[in-house]
């Protein structure tokens, strides 16, 4: 897929439990200068999916599945962030958000490489914030007038929650909801970026 816009289908993941995060043992290439275009109409869903988690326990089988996969992104996480600690907390907030979202974390981490190099404090010069690059507005548009997207862990429940819901729009073409997530739809610049580093750093099979 390098170099070449890809259209991929993901399956639905069922939500992670918020418990989860106890169960198991977070920075970021300059940042490109546009942002997230919002959709008309937001649906009551995406307002809902921010505020909600589902209690039920993850299985072994899920636990030992997330402890798998941080092993083998810990080191390639160590690219970006020096610090051991921070990475541990990155990635196990990436999994559980990405999993709660139904998406693959890897293709979290690529947008985050992409967007903003891990670097939670980066603002572009179109105003796009944190992490996952999000543009004010959302929280306008989403009616949470409280939240604080410079906080780290927000910032990706917001990128998750605006990914899957283009990636439902656009009934599991990849290339097409990386594109509405950058606002450059009817271009493939943006979703080759994410394919390359999705490919070339953060592949792993299952």
């Given amino acids: ?93 990436i999994y559980h958000e990405a999993r709660l979202a139904g998406l693959p974390p890897e293709i979290v981490l690529a947008v985050i490489q992409v967007e903003s190099a891990f670097q939670a404090e980066a603002v572009s010069s179109a105003g796009a914030v944190g992490l996952m690059q999000i543009m004010p507005f959302w929280i306008r548009e989403l009616g949470r007038s409280a939240d604080d997207l410079m906080d780290p862990w927000l910032n990706l429940r917001y990128g998750c929650t605006i990914l899957a819901h283009y990636l439902a729009v656009e009934r599991g073409d990849f290339t097409r909801a990386l594109a509405r997530y950058n606002g450059s739809l009817g271009q493939t610049w943006y979703p080759e970026r994410v394919m390359r580093a999705w490919t070339h750093h953060w592949w792993y099979a299952r």
Avoid: I, K
């Fill in 1 to 93: 897929m390098s170099g070449v816009a890809a259209t991929a289908q993901v399956p639905g993941e069922g939500a992670e439990a918020a418990g989860f995060l106890d169960a198991l043992p977070v920075a970021l290439q300059s940042p490109p200068t546009r942002r997230v275009r919002v959709e008309p109409d937001v649906p009551p869903s995406l307002r809902q999916t921010l505020d909600t988690l589902v209690a039920t326990p993850p299985s072994p089988d899920r636990v030992w599945a997330a402890r798998q996969w941080m092993s083998q992104m810990e080191p390639r996480l160590a690219r970006f962030v020096d610090d051991e600690t921070l990475r541990g907390e990155m990635l196990t907030r």
